[in-house]
């Protein structure tokens, strides 16, 4: 999941850092990975990887998946936006694709406002097979 988005330039050199390593990973990493990746630049601390994440994942330049309790850099530059973003996850490779569906948010939103209940985020994730293993 390589991706070539510029990073913005009032990101803290750990949050730089952090979304650099995010981004160029070809798969999600953990905190962990993250700071095996940076200890050549100085970062030792988890918690120092913890904040960066904190702040990338709340400016949505990076997202959780839950289920793997690892990261990925956003896939859309202009994303930035609080709806339903959905990944789909592939079991083989682990390579994770993003996308949002506006049909969803809107049936989703249909069902909160009916029920009384304020949504504050919703991460949707998809398990499967990608394309490429599926035809190796």
């Known amino acids: 999941m390589a991706h070539s988005h510029e990073i913005p330039t ?4 750990n ?3 952090v979304l650099g390593a995010l981004n160029t990973s070809p798969a999600p990493l ?21 904040r960066a994440l904190d702040k990338l994942v709340e400016r949505g330049l990076a997202h959780r998946l839950e289920s793997l309790n690892a990261f990925v850099a956003c896939a859309d530059a202009h994303c930035h936006r609080k709806g339903l973003i959905a990944f789909a996850i ?37 398990r499967g097979k990608c394309q490429s293993c599926l035809e190796n």
């Open 15 to 17: 949050q730089e850092l």
């Open 10 to 13: 009032d990101l803290t050199r």
């Open 30 to 50: 953990s905190a962990y990975d993250i700071l095996d990746r940076l200890r050549i630049e100085g970062i030792k601390a988890p918690l120092q990887i913890y």
């Open 90 to 126: 592939c079991e083989d490779c682990g390579k994770v694709d993003e996308f949002a569906d506006a049909v969803i948010e809107e049936r989703l939103g249909g069902w909160a406002q009916s029920t009384g209940f304020k949504v504050e985020r919703t991460t949707m994730e998809i």
